[in-house]
């Protein structure tokens, strides 16, 4: 097949023997070339190390410390990076947490990070219908709700909002201790987790979300929506969690 040079006249999507051949534009943006030469810099630096300034860098490059700023924020976004203080460090890799019926404070010692939660309210409240259906009760039925902030190594990660039928869990409140694990406290019930459906989704946070989470609202986040049954195929709970973007990823093993 006869290559497609940059800048011929192709249009997106066309197809030449079967072959989608695509242009980039002849002048990319100064930001995304900021960006690509920061990438360079940042694989020679260890987490925590020092970021150059924006006017350090706009000398540098010689560009306006807006287009700095602009390839510096998209940094930030990614997780490359992190503010402290005045200025901006090298950040550490994201958290992979794997996608399976593991608890947070499994995937996260398996990590190698420290797991923590912060407790910002655990009441008794009316299932609406989503929650009933996902919870088998009918709509109105006291179901018991925990929102806890999840942390890693002392950092905010997460904000994760869980369901569980009070008819099943009533004896948690008076045996959990909400800073720990969740599921080594059911299956310390002997319930034994059996299957779960799992949907992730891309969100901007709340401001009350965005305050939780100590990030920006502009901050892109995961949601992750569960469902868990046992092994009878009865429900266990049903959970609403956001995670930062710039701070967790998630990976899931597929077989054949």
Known sequence: MEATEVGADVAPGDTRGGRAEFTLPDRLPKSYRVRTELETILRDLNEGDPVPSERDLA????????????????????????????????????????????????????YGRVPGR???????????????????????????????????????????????????????????????????????SGVIFGQATERIETVLASPREAALLECTTALPLLLLHRRSLDAAGDPI????????????????????
């Open 237 to 256: 709970e049903r959970v609403r969690g956001l995670y930062r973007g710039d701070r967790i990823a998630f990976e899931a093993h597929l077989t054949q």
């Open 59 to 110: 000398v540098r490059f010689e560009v306006a410390r807006e287009t700095v700023r602009q390839a510096l924020r998209d940094l930030l976004v990614e997780g490359r990076i992190r503010r402290q203080g005045r200025g901006t460090v090298v950040s550490r890799p994201k958290m992979v947490q794997p996608l399976s019926l593991r608890s947070y404070t499994e995937g996260a010692i398996s």
């Open 118 to 188: 912060l407790l910002v309210s655990w009441d008794d409240v009316p299932a609406d219908p989503d929650t009933a259906r996902d919870l088998a009760v009918p709509v109105g039925t006291s179901v018991m709700h925990l929102e806890r902030v999840l942390l890693a190594d002392g950092e905010r990660i997460g904000l994760e909002s869980t369901f569980l039928p009070l008819h099943r869990f009533a004896d948690l409140r008076t045996t959990y201790d909400p800073s720990t694990s969740l599921y080594a406290a059911v299956r310390g």
